[in-house]
């Protein structure tokens, strides 16, 4: 029932299974180095996501304080605008020479046209 010879057979699959079993060692052992680099550059980038993430908050609040600087600078230059309207007007105002419309004097009204030239 038992022999005691050893088949041929039998060391060849014996032979490829431990060639086999090296193979599988080998890609374990690799698998397992790419593993570990992977949790590496994962830790290391999320430390660098948490400082990306600081740069992008403050970029949004930059962004947020140049636009309401800019809305400053619009609203300071229309109010000067109309400070500088205002005091045009006024200064026109005091320059005007009073006229004797109030007093209905038409006549004098009109040689005062005459002597200024006007008629």
Known sequence: MFSTDFSAGLAVLAG???VFSVFCF???ARLANYCRDAVYRVE???VKSLGLRRIAE???SMTELLDSHQALLDSH???RSRIGMR???EKRASEAEPTDLQSGDKRTVRL???SAGLI
């Open 16 to 18: 490829l299974l431990t």
């Open 26 to 28: 080998i890609w374990a």
């Open 44 to 46: 290391n980038e999320n």
């Open 58 to 60: 403050l970029e949004a």
């Open 77 to 79: 230059k229309k109010l």
């Open 87 to 89: 005091e045009l007007r």
């Open 112 to 114: 005062a046209a005459k």
